[in-house]
């Protein structure tokens, strides 16, 4: 029998129009009635995910957010961040330096537990804003910005080709061993603690609460969940989900605009 499910946010539990609909709402209830934890992890910061698990009931029954891609955990039952794998100030600023010496005109996405700041508030940047109504603050002085942060999103402002890519890749790896660099797309990359990732604070967590790993579900749709299917003993990847990552799931649910999260609780619950 599974004890636990994980889900990832956009792409997964929310539609298109970033909604949780009501199958998909009724099952994580139906689950945590049934004592089956549900938790919220995503790459979003981790007050947006600690609200987005209100929306599943996840505080009325004592439950967890995990956010930042996998750097911050929110206990409800404790009403407190139980883990927290950040980047000192030292690290940041050096990193900060490193990269826009690099390329100047890198897009920079700090990751705080309380929003997403960034460099410049780019095109880019207002569009996510707007699709996923999540707080995203330009740094007016880099040089002064001195939040504790968890996870830096790179975002290519201009395209470089995949022989720069891995040199880039290489060139940070030198720099900074202590550090993982994670490519999510052609064009995007994420920086945070060494083996910090939405697939390590499954293990964390799961370990905490005494929970065998190899019986939580991890349900998602794209590069930065692949550290969760593997590491979970019923990975299951979404329909809508890119063809490369497919092969990582045991189950493929429905889209996410037909209650695929839904559709697994149910399956599973029945097993």
């Given at each position: 029998?599974?004890?636990?499910?994980?889900?990832?946010?956009?792409?997964?539990?929310?539609?298109?129009?970033?909604?949780?609909?009501?199958?998909?709402?009724?099952?994580?209830?139906?689950a945590q009635e049934q004592g089956i934890p549900v938790v919220i992890n995503?790459?979003?910061?981790?007050?947006?995910?600690?609200?987005?698990?209100?929306?599943?009931?996840?505080?009325?029954?004592?439950?967890?957010?995990?956010?930042?891609?996998?750097?911050?955990?929110?206990?409800?039952?404790?009403?407190?961040?139980?883990?927290?794998?950040?980047?000192?100030?030292?690290?940041?600023?050096?990193?900060?330096?490193?990269?826009?010496?690099?390329?100047?005109?890198?897009?920079?996405?700090?990751?705080?537990?309380?929003?997403?700041?960034?460099?410049?508030?780019?095109?880019?940047?207002?569009?996510?804003?707007?699709?996923?109504?999540?707080?995203?603050?330009?740094?007016?002085?880099?040089?002064?910005?001195?939040?504790?942060?968890?996870?830096?999103?790179?975002?290519?402002?201009?395209?470089?080709?995949?022989?720069?890519?891995?040199?880039?890749?290489?060139?940070?790896?030198?720099?900074?061993?202590?550090?993982?660099?994670?490519?999510?797309?052609?064009?995007?990359?994420?920086?945070?603690?060494?083996?910090?990732?939405?697939?390590?604070?499954?293990?964390?967590?799961?370990?905490?609460?005494?929970?065998?790993?190899?019986?939580?579900?991890?349900?998602?749709?794209?590069?930065?969940?692949?550290?969760?299917?593997?590491?979970?003993?019923?990975?299951?990847?979404?329909?809508?989900?890119?063809?490369?990552?497919?092969?990582?799931?045991?189950?493929?649910?429905?889209?996410?605009?037909?209650?695929?999260?839904?559709?697994?609780?149910?399956?599973?619950?029945?097993?």
């Amino acid at each position: 029998m599974i004890e636990i499910i994980f889900t990832d946010l956009d792409g997964t539990l929310l539609n298109s129009s970033s909604k949780i609909s009501n199958n998909n709402l009724a099952a994580c209830i139906k689950a945590q009635e049934q004592g089956i934890p549900v938790v919220i992890n995503t790459g979003r910061y981790g007050e947006n995910a600690v609200e987005m698990a209100k929306k599943i009931k996840a505080d009325q029954y004592q439950g967890y957010a995990i956010g930042n891609d996998g750097a911050e955990i929110w206990s409800f039952k404790e009403n407190k961040w139980i883990y927290l794998s950040q980047l000192n100030s030292d690290e940041t600023n050096k990193l900060t330096k490193w990269l826009l010496e690099y390329d100047s005109e890198l897009l920079l996405n700090f990751g705080c537990s309380d929003g997403f700041y960034v460099n410049n508030l780019s095109q880019r940047w207002e569009q996510w804003l707007a699709q996923l109504q999540i707080k995203i603050i330009e740094i007016k002085n880099l040089a002064k910005f001195d939040n504790i942060v968890s996870r830096i999103m790179v975002v290519l402002k201009n395209p470089w080709d995949d022989e720069k890519i891995k040199q880039f890749i290489n060139n940070f790896n030198q720099q900074f061993p202590n550090l993982t660099i994670v490519q999510y797309h052609q064009n995007t990359f994420s920086i945070s603690q060494k083996n910090t990732n939405k697939g390590s604070a499954i293990i964390w967590l799961c370990h905490r609460l005494g929970f065998n790993v190899k019986k939580a579900v991890a349900i998602g749709d794209s590069a930065n969940d692949l550290s969760m299917l593997k590491v979970v003993g019923y990975p299951v990847v979404m329909t809508n989900a890119n063809e490369k990552y497919k092969g990582h799931g045991k189950r493929i649910a429905p889209d996410n605009n037909d209650h695929g999260v839904a559709e697994t609780i149910e399956y599973y619950l029945s097993k």
